[in-house]
């Protein structure tokens, strides 16, 4: 006889600091992954907007906001722009291998250095060995590290120069936190390189899509996202192709941010994708996962 499955448990966290729009306060929806039926849950919440950390799902609950929009690559249909092309090319030599989601101190060393050329005042700064390791190692579902290697010489392994924290879900890659060389000086766009590298890699393996976690409209820092095309954006009916002349629009409008010298970074912004939204998807863990214990130690 088959156990029934248990439905999960829900919990809120209180208003917080909006880290993304100045002014606002911010509120998550989350749940405990766990036990054998954790992929197939991280699976379905995923494609209801829901993000992991560790071992934690969650989404934005905001009371007056929903700037948060889920998006996702449709990686089988994806034209890279010609600027995307020239960063294929000049990256082509990388070597990507995945491994474990063993946490390295090669891996961490290349954290601290992203982090502090491009985040030097974020919360992630303060981040230590043991605080990598809980980010990359604690995973209750099917994840890999993607590492970025410089070719190798005489044998000897090349230079690390970026790595990514991917889930392989049933219908994609979805994308939970990437860092990299910030300061490389004959490489550029090594953050839009993991990216361009992810839906390539879907689309090798028939995976419909590839999850960038949220687009904030209003947020400088997480404009990027929407160079990918087709891009979807998760709305009240479900999922929706953005239209492409409002896509258009956007890339126009970030392009001309970026000539502005508003500093958008580059690459990822939330969910782990290389700017403050590194782990601001991550780091926002921790207050769910101190909420989930201090329920469950209640209701023990």
Not at 96 to 117: D, K, M, V
Not at 121 to 148: K, L, Q, R, S
């Amino acid at each position: 006889m088959t156990a029934p499955v248990r439905f999960p448990r829900f919990f809120v966290t209180s208003p917080a600091p909006c880290p993304y729009l100045p002014g606002r306060s911010e509120r998550k929806v989350f749940t405990e992954l766990k036990g054998p039926h954790a992929d197939s849950l991280n699976d379905a919440l995923s494609r209801i907007g829901f993000r992991r950390s560790q071992t934690v799902a969650y989404r934005p609950s905001c009371i007056d906001c929903a700037a948060c929009v889920s998006v996702r690559v449709v990686a089988g249909e994806f034209e890279a722009s010609s600027t995307q092309k020239r960063n294929l090319r000049r990256n082509a030599d990388l070597v990507a291998t995945l491994c474990q989601p063993w946490s390295t101190a090669e891996q961490f060393e290349l954290l601290q250095r992203y982090l502090g050329a491009r985040h030097p005042g974020g919360g992630m700064a303060a981040m230590d060995e043991v605080d990598f390791a809980d980010m990359v190692e604690h995973t209750p579902v099917t994840t890999f590290i993607v590492e970025y290697r410089e070719p190798s010489r005489d044998g000897v392994p090349g230079r690390l120069v970026g790595a990514c924290l991917t889930d392989r879900q049933a219908d994609g890659l979805s994308m939970i936190y990437s860092f990299y060389e910030p300061d490389h000086p004959g490489r550029s766009g090594l953050g839009n390189y993991i990216i361009l590298d992810h839906i390539r890699r879907a689309a090798h393996e028939g995976l419909p899509y590839v999850y960038l976690g949220y687009w904030v409209d209003g947020s400088a820092r997480m404009q990027y996202k929407v160079r990918y095309r087709p891009l979807e954006k998760l709305a009240r009916d479900g999922w929706q192709r953005f239209e492409v002349d409002e896509q258009a629009r956007l890339i126009a409008a970030t392009a001309a941010a970026r000539r502005s010298a508003i500093p958008l970074g580059d690459g990822p912004g939330k969910d782990g994708l290389g700017g403050d939204h590194l782990v601001h998807d991550h780091r926002a863990g921790g207050s769910e996962r101190a909420a989930l214990a201090q329920d469950l130690r209640s209701s023990a």
